[in-house]
């Protein structure tokens, strides 16, 4: 289980970053007194336009961000207190695919298997399941470099899952997939749900989001403004499907600035 408490993450912003956002303080909000619960056996979903503040949160939760204020728990373990227990509880894939292009698919799986501790028959197991069922079986061998930017997404996702994690969280998991490996990354994410984990995921996609998660937190500017079931969201708003309620929600909540 995720256990997110008023989290608040602020970055701190050069100059040349305040001209580029446009901002006058040399600080900036990205998550501002977020809190929600995933529990296991679902599929939770951070739904928001891009910079609403949903990676940021999903790098608190793996540990890759320390919170500025705020606790983020994973399965009852502090993500800064207790970071290293976190890391060997979670898979987490980045939407910033970042295999060293100079190494095969098989051996980053190898070799990220090895520093999670598994044994290496396990290991052998774990590769021929995620690699026969995402179709990478067939370029395993070939260089990261001379792979497509979908091969690179497949190996990628493989690489997180290859410790059996309890919690998996992907940042836009089918970003950059076509509709068919797309599919089968959603139907392998319900399967992990369906086996007893805790599978949490952002997304920009609507009918991704109504399609693959049991409840959601909509995420704008930073704040949590809905939480609840696509149902429950709907029936808040009056939205006729999740896309009309997520605007009706963007209309109420959002700044001047993003207008």
Known sequence: MIEIDNLVKIYKLSKKQMAKEKLKEGRK????????????????????????????????????????????????YDTVTQSREVRGKIGFLTNEINLDPQFTPKYMFD?????????????????????????ITSFEDKKVSELSTGMKQKASIAVSLVHDPEIV??????????????????????KLRDNGKS???STHIMSEAEKLCDRLAVIINGQKVAEGTVEEIKASTGGSDLEEAFFVLYKENVTEEVQ
């Open 199 to 201: 599978v949490i995921i």
């Open 169 to 190: 969280i992907f940042d836009e998991p089918t970003s950059g997939l076509d509709i068919i490996t797309a599919r089968q990354v959603t139907d392998y994410l319900k």
């Open 111 to 135: 070799f990220f298997g090895k520093m999670h501790g598994v044994p290496e028959d396990v290991i052998e197991e774990r590769r021929k399941e995620l690699f026969d069922y995402f179709g």
């Open 29 to 76: 909000v990205a998550v501002n007194g977020v809190s929600f619960k995933a529990e296991k056996g679902e599929i939770f979903g951070l739904l928001g336009p891009n910079g609403a503040g949903k990676t940021t949160t999903l790098r608190c939760i793996s540990t890759l961000l320390k919170p500025t204020s705020g606790t983020v728990k994973v399965d009852s």
